[in-house]
């Protein structure tokens, strides 16, 4: 019984060290629509007033993401009546984590141990579990025909949010990067990031 709790509690920890910091992607859009005909796109704007969740910063990184994303697929951004208009709408939720420590006392890897008055058998396995919070931010860019007023495509990202302002720049970048991979028109030149 210790063992088989033992080997639960291995894989555990395994399973929560493998866990990748990585963009959760998914999407949806209009078979129907013809994306190459599109040249230009205008913004929305963020939807559902949450550009109050983000400092004027952070919406201004991913703002200039999208924008990275969308010239790099042959889009010409004009302040209003572009052929597209895209919306952006995020949002946080708070999570609960699991960290797992298993500390194994006496005998060998084979589960022997040997000392005076004992003889030979099995250590014991003592596991402690620590919850911890963090915070996931979900990220939606929604791209519509203008002229039809019509959703065509849609992405959402969701990833950890990171705390450390010196990396967050490229972090939001690659999470832009790997919600637009999905969208129907790939890249028709590097997409340079804007500084």
């Known amino acids: 019984m210790k063992i088989k709790l033992f080997i639960m509690a291995a894989l555990a920890v395994i399973l929560i060290a493998g866990c990748s910091p990585k963009v959760t992607v998914s999407f949806d859009y209009d078979k129907e629509a013809d994306f190459t ?31 990275v994303e969308l010239g790099a697929r042959g889009l010409t951004f004009v302040e209003s009546g572009g052929d597209l208009t895209v919306s952006l709408f995020i949002q946080f939720d708070q999570q609960k984590g699991v960290n797992a420590y298993t500390n194994y006392y006496g005998g060998s890897p084979y589960g022997y141990r040997y000392g005076p008055g004992w003889g030979w058998g099995y250590g014991y396995a003592s596991t402690s579990y620590q919850e911890y919070d963090y915070l996931v931010g979900t990220l939606v860019i ?7 007023k019509k959703l065509i495509w849609q992405g959402v990202g969701s990833k950890t949010v990171d705390e450390d302002v010196n990396t967050r720049e ?7 990067k790997a919600i637009m991979y999905n969208y129907p028109v790939k890249p028709v030149k590097p997409a340079k990031t804007k500084k």
């Open 142 to 148: 929604d791209v519509f025909n203008h002229q039809e």
């Open 170 to 176: 490229d972090n939001v970048q690659k999470a832009v």
């Open 37 to 67: 005909k599109f040249k230009t796109y205008s913004y929305y704007g963020w939807a559902k007033d949450s550009e109050k969740l983000l400092n004027q910063f952070d919406q201004e990184r991913i703002e200039d993401a999208v924008a």
